[in-house]
């Protein structure tokens, strides 16, 4: 048996701070048109696709703060997006940062929404696992501030019915951590839809500068062969504002093998035609729920001090 | 600051079911002083390393069965091995068939000891993702009856303070769950230890068997990589009895990177001088327990039906 759903990952060179909405939602489009002309029925953009990736920098003023975010998707200036991929029936997963007004309350996060072919969303995650810092380090060649402008996902990892397949979102972080994959594994995830903004420099430990590449392929592969699923990462690559970012946006099987990968830093697709039932052969198999062994893993669910 | 530990692989050709027990501590000791010679602190031997791997018969014949399996350690058999260790000063993780006559339960175990460099037992593992299947399956080329053999271990994963480290075990297939590491990296662990026997064919998935040496190494780099940990494991290769095991016994760094590994199925030391202190990079920036998420991990610890 083979379920196949055509796929591309749509990796975005870096996008000017001078960047009006419209030039970036532009780019989108562009790359929407091309992989419905290579037949793909869905797209996965980067983490915050809509805009620069600001956490990069220190901003003081709440109101530029806020101008990176959306209050709500579809609005005015990404509705040309929605129309356009439900005219080419092409579903999208697209990064943005969310504004939420709840009541007196605001509150931010770093989120992905996943839309059907038909154009209506039908899945929504906000990303859990918040990299960097929430000070200003002056000291830094540039800055991590997603602590400060975010708040952890408060949805968990849910897994929908799209596609004709059990889809999953992460973003960026997040793949690196197996509980992330795991959960949803144990959901019957098949696919799983990601984007990054990945900086090359760490400026913490530089001395792992030279492996981003590496640890960013480890942590999809192993999260793909460990629940057997379909993985899809989509990069926001090259030199944004002073800070270089690693591409390697890629498709990986369920059985870990990389299917498909960029080979440029600016804006490109990764496409593959993936046989959803492939999933089956390592969800039955060695990674089959039966063969866990959950009396084991308390320490995993436990705040633990070290 | 580093702390340096010498480590050595002790990868095993098959053990013919004709060798008697002497023969093969004969082994174990001509490697082992191999190690002392290259100045290793620590060696660490494959999965049931004391015999041929029998699981993967069918035997009827309990008392035969039993004969695969040691009822205490050190025993007369083993004891030569104990006692050279101790000369050399060098220690060892051993893996072993453990038989425990608890009261009128005779209980049976796929285990691992660790002896420090003065021989005293320090350290002991039971392994516990048993794979394989229970029933004899005769039209398979070869049988995976641990889970007739043995019950799964019941001791958990524990991290024991030796060798100057803090040390955890695996065994075999438990180093493909990610849950594994994580119990042990969650408790410190800076070094795992592990042997393995592992046929190159899956008979009821034949379709990964090209994919045994690239799943092999996948899991350990990424369980190396996200817990901070170093990773030494050691094969039991080559075609045993029939099986064609795969080897690639290898030591892989906290960053995930190979930094040795075996180039022979046959009796092979794979040695590395280990810095403890690399560790440090990964706990304490991108893998920071303090960055989980564990309210959003909790399936991970329930038995799921899917």
Known sequence: MSRLLAIAAAQLG???RTSSRGEVLSRLIELLRQAANRNCQL???PECALTPFFPHWWIDDQAEIDSYFETELPNPETQPLFDEAARLKVGFCLGYAELVCDGEQTRRFNSTVLVERDGRIVGHYRKVHLPGHCEHRPGNPFQNLERRYFEPGDLGFRVFSAFGAKVGMLICNDRRWPESYRMLGLQGCELVLMGYN??????????TDRL???HHRLSLQAGAYQNGMWVVAAAK??????????????????SGEVVAESTTLRDELVVHQCDLDACQTYKQGVFNPRSRHPEHYGMITQNIEQ
Chains 1, 2 share one sequence.
């Open 198 to 207: 990945t900086p090359r420099h760490y400026p913490e430990y530089p001395e």
């Open 14 to 16: 870096p996008i000017p």
């Open 212 to 214: 981003a590449d590496f």
């Open 237 to 254: 690559a090259g030199n944004e504002e002073g800070v270089d970012q690693i591409g390697g946006s890629m498709i990986v099987a369920p």
């Open 43 to 45: 797209v996965v953009f």
